[in-house]
């Protein structure tokens, strides 16, 4: 009797706990970390999303590839491969795209911010040595902008429907028209 009485003295006055007890309480602590994760989860989805349905570039992130047709000053037309990569972050973005034919190469590179629905930023095409600014309008995914250099100008139209792309860009020289369809 006296030991279990030293016992309680040092243990604080508690009675020691059962293994039953014991192992109820890891399955109630761990239940409410397995709550505190999914809730955190869910926060941070749900964030994100909306984060995401405001931001003009949603959806463009990642790397891009396929093809499509390059129709030069002269009228012929070729086959292009085309790779894009997107850096977004907030309402900037990074472009690199790079597309070849047999004959013919191109080096593009773009960055890119928007604000309340214009476009604007800058360009270089790397291969020909020259560069220039971006404006136009648009948001989720849908594009319509104006590259513009010294005595260079192009049309570029860019949409994005999920895992889907298409950029088409039109210019008054060096090459007529451009269209791609790339996929993630």
């Not at 911010?113 to 800058?122: D, K, L, P, R, Y």
Request: hydrophobic share 40%; charged share 15%.
């Amino acid at each position: 009797m006296g030991h279990q009485l030293v016992y309680l003295v040092a243990v604080g006055g508690k009675r020691p706990a059962s293994k039953t007890s014991r192992t109820s309480e890891l399955f109630a602590h761990a239940r409410r970390l397995i709550l505190a994760a999914v809730a955190f989860c869910m926060m941070a989805f749900t964030a994100s999303t909306s984060h995401a349905q405001s931001n003009p570039f949603a959806g463009m992130a990642g790397s891009w590839s396929g093809g499509g047709t390059v129709t030069l000053d002269d009228g012929s037309s070729e086959r292009i491969r085309c790779r894009a990569i997107y850096r977004v972050i907030g309402p900037n973005m990074e472009m690199s795209l790079t597309c070849a034919s047999d004959a013919y190469k191109f080096n593009l590179a773009a960055n890119v911010v928007a604000e309340g629905g214009a476009v604007s930023g800058n360009w270089t095409e790397s291969s020909r040595n020259i560069g220039g600014s971006l404006q136009g309008r648009g948001g989720g995914g849908n594009f319509q902008v104006v590259a513009s250099a010294a005595a260079f100008n192009a049309r570029i139209s860019l949409r994005t429907a999920g895992n889907k792309q298409t950029v088409d860009m039109s210019a008054d020289s060096v090459f007529r028209s451009v269209h791609m369809a790339l996929s993630k």
